[in-house]
């Protein structure tokens, strides 16, 4: 664990913008509920959360004032009449609790003040939505700058309860608004093309949330600066193969499959006609940190990052139903739309402009049975509707049988195309090469002049290892010079451990022990649905510690896990709606391109945001695990 890091953190959370909290109620990542926010935390117990005052008496007062408050709605809240005549009573309400609020505004958030929050958010569901902005301020507010009210505004005793006599529950508020707007989005969804296509063959709109996450615009901004200091980062590793090698030097010997990527890496070098400019596409997934109040990368991806285009559609969707005529949520502006999908365009034309040739094609590189198909031919169509450039899809298997590598000038060209690009959206797993015709086809493709999305040291890099090697501030300071862009990497940076003897293992063993829900093992190479969590952490850590099998977990790094503020969130999968706390992970998407020398050129892209419930670890959307979402920026 690298002590740079817990500094960066500290530094960051003196800094921070969010006002202070003073909140009585037991919230902790930590099961001890015993850690002290310092750096000795995170050493010894593997956790960083600030310790809570908790005073009973002053809580049961706080609570029964809290529960005294929420009886007010009762008095202005007609709770036996339709939803379409509820907003009549809004304004009224406004005028009940608004100058109460003003006078509140700039303290921070209490049990008193949480309770007057709660009732706004209660409005907003039972009132449908269609507030005045002051009213929606006050929901922002809370969300947004007290984030570590989170915790108690979406506890089991508010969600599930009724608020008052005769009043619903908040969640079956939410179901009833929803189920009415249920139609509306399935019919947006597939006029959209926002769809997946299942194991069986038949078609569903892939799953999506009915109401945006919100996000400050500082924190985007400051997320979109560390994407660019990726760009200079990855840039100058790419020009380090030697380096790269290295690092992987004791990996290889213990994973088949970094073994043939370096084979790979060291063929194509041979080549004399090797394409030596790079396009690289990136997705860096962040959660926030509920103690630390940061944005914490999860991973980056570098290879076959999906999702970008249809998750422009969810932004397309909630778009439409933010119209005035059905509008669901207020306040703010959604984020930018076809951001993602003008990336990849812009990035694949440029490209294929710095190849030369007029004709040539864009190869996919896909699986034989490819599920997540409606993504990709998002950009094959617009790609030939912006660029006239033309598509072809093609598996590693029949690229090693069709292609023509012209030993004169390094070009490939398949049935009679030449091919100005490969992109990959398959091969970063070992079941993706079940013969050696797999591997020769990705020696063809590396060897040639074509561009490749990615190339094999980018593909290296994205391994996980090299989030636990860049964590290291030493290694870090080899490519990034400036202070500022370390300190800003640095505090997106989760804490990572390796296994790298058998007396380190102990040691970790002793730390997890402590805190087993808090960590997660993670496979050091690319490939979701492999990760290790919790109490199966420690017990596989424990096994190969009595059986003497140490030197198998070194094909794993420990990440510390990243504790999210839960929200409450609205679904729609398959048709039905669902109502269930969640946390929202945030992935932004950029592009950049690089000769053999230095960055040629940048663009970002937008972004894609995956809701899932609080109990899901692997949240995938096209495995049905989780919801895509959209972001509103306030």
């Known amino acids: 664990m690298e002590e740079g890091i817990l500094e960066a953190h500290l530094t960051a959370v003196e800094k921070r913008s969010y006002p202070p909290l003073k909140v009585d109620y037991k919230s902790s990542c930590c099961e001890s509920n015993a850690c002290c926010g310092t750096v000795q935390s995170l050493k010894t117990k593997g956790c960083f959360c600030y310790p809570l005052s908790i005073n009973g008496s002053e809580y049961g007062a706080e609570r029964k004032a809290f529960v005294n408050s929420l009886a007010k709605l009762k008095e202005i809240a007609p709770w036996n009449l339709p939803i379409g005549e509820r907003k009549k009573f809004s304004r009224t309400f406004q005028k009940k609790i608004m100058s109460d609020f003003e006078q509140k505004l700039q303290e921070p958030p209490t049990m008193s003040n949480l309770s007057l929050y709660f009732l706004c958010k209660m409005a907003q569901v039972a009132f449908t939505f269609e507030l005045e902005a002051p009213l929606q301020r006050i929901v922002d507010i809370f969300e947004l700058q007290f984030p570590r009210a989170a915790r108690f505004i979406v506890s089991d005793d508010f969600l599930d309860s009724p608020l008052a006599a005769g009043a619903p529950t908040i969640l079956e508020l939410y179901r009833e608004w929803y189920e009415g707007l249920k139609q509306l989005m399935i019919d947006a969804a597939f006029s959209n093309g926002f769809m997946m296509r299942l194991q069986d063959g038949r078609h569903e709109h892939a799953p999506l949330t009915m109401i945006p996450q919100r996000i400050r615009q500082e924190d985007v901004e400051s997320l979109r600066k560390v994407q660019q200091i990726w760009h200079r980062l990855l840039t100058e590793m790419v020009h380090s193969p030697q380096y790269i090698k290295d690092k992987l030097a004791e990996l290889r010997k213990a994973d088949d499959f970094v073994n ?210 860049l964590s290291k501030e030493k290694e870090l300071r080899r490519f990034v010079e400036e202070e500022d862009d370390i300190r800003r990497l640095q505090e997106t940076f989760a804490l990572f451990w390796s296994f790298e003897s058998e007396e380190e293992t102990k040691e970790i063993y002793e730390i997890v022990k402590k805190n087993p829900r808090g960590f ?115």
């Open 520 to 634: 997660v093992l993670k496979p050091q190479r690319e490939g979701g649905g492999n990760n290790v969590y919790d109490k199966a952490a420690l017990k596989q850590i424990e096994d190969a510690i009595q059986n003497g099998t140490t030197e198998s977990l070194k094909e794993y790094i420990l990440m510390k896990r990243i504790e999210s503020n839960p929200r409450l969130s609205v679904g729609l999968a398959r048709g039905e709606v669902s109502v269930f706390k969640s946390i929202s992970e945030i992935s932004l998407f950029s592009a950049f391109t690089c000769d053999d020398t230095k960055l040629i050129s940048e663009r970002q892209g937008g972004y894609m945001v995956r809701t899932k419930p609080i109990e899901v670890d692997e949240g995938g959307i096209s495995a049905g695990r989780a919801f895509s979402d959209s972001l509103i920026v306030i």
């Open 260 to 469: 043939n990527l370096l084979l790979l890496l060291e063929e194509a070098e041979r080549s004399p006609h090797r394409q030596r400019s790079n396009l690289c596409i990136i997705r860096n997934d962040y959660l926030f940190d509920g103690c630390l109040l940061l944005w914490k990368q999860v991973e980056i991806n570098l290879f076959a990052p999906s999702f970008g285009c249809l998750a422009d559609k969810t932004h397309t969707i909630h778009k439409y139903l933010l119209n005035p005529s059905h509008k669901s949520v207020e306040g703010g502006q959604l984020g930018p739309i076809d951001a993602t999908r003008d990336m990849f365009i812009d990035s694949f034309t440029k490209v294929h402009q710095m190849y030369g040739s007029q004709d040539a094609v864009v190869v996919f590189v896909v699986d034989e049975k490819e599920w997540n198909v409606f993504d990709q031919r998002c950009v094959e169509l617009d790609l030939l509707k912006s660029s006239g450039i033309h598509s072809v899809r093609k598996t590693l298997a029949e690229i090693a049988e069709n292609a023509v590598f012209n030993e004169n000038d390094g070009s490939i060209t398949i049935d009679g195309l030449e091919v100005a690009l490969f992109y990959y959206r398959t091969g970063y797993t070992p079941k993706h090469y079940p013969t050696q015709v797999q591997w020769k086809a990705r020696t063809l493709i590396e060897s040639s002049r074509a561009f490749k999305l990615p190339c094999v040291e980018f593909q290296l890099l994205n391994l996980k290892y090299f989030q636990l090697v």
